[in-house]
């Protein structure tokens, strides 16, 4: 199969194309996507956030677009509270990138736009959480990735 990652397991639907082409079967977004790396990691971090941190999968959005500097950027996944506010971005990246600052300053980019309190950056073997206090400006690096309860309790 794919890389083994530092997350939970899940059991997804894969297909083979006549192309040789694997998909996996996105349920977030109701269809089949190239299975890739990051769509590895990503698929994942989604069954690890609803399965284990109690993110109601009707309040995650899957790869979006965002408008920022008149240009269309994509983020990952980003959770909402039940009110409607964005809460939470997640950036994932393929087990074989490294995270970087690069890394971080694209989802500190989409988060100018979106203003969640809560930034997350996973490769599928390193994982990376941060609160923001946007009114002092400043940003803390967290022990773990935050369940939904904690998030929607500092999104209020």
């Known amino acids: 199969m794919m890389h083994p990652l530092n997350l939970p397991t899940i059991t997804p ?51 979006a677009s965002l408008i920022f500097n008149r240009m269309t950027k994509r983020f990952d996944i980003l959770a909402y509270t039940t009110t409607g506010k964005p809460c939470l971005v997640v950036e994932c990246k393929a087990p074989s990138i490294a995270i970087t600052q690069h890394v971080f300053d694209q989802v500190a980019m989409y988060n100018m736009t979106l203003t969640v309190n809560y930034l997350v950056v996973t490769n599928g073997l390193t994982h990376f959480a941060c609160s923001i206090d946007h009114q002092k400006r400043t940003y803390g690096f967290l022990k773990e990735i935050p369940a939904y309860k904690e998030v929607e309790r500092g999104s209020g």
Do not use: C, N
């Open 13 to 63: 639907r894969v297909r083979s194309l006549e192309t040789g082409t694997k998909e996996i079967f996105d349920p977030f977004r109701k269809k089949f996507v190239r299975l890739t790396p990051e769509e590895w990691v990503r698929q994942h971090f989604l069954g690890f956030m609803v399965d284990q941190l109690g993110y109601p999968a009707s309040l995650i959005v899957v790869e």
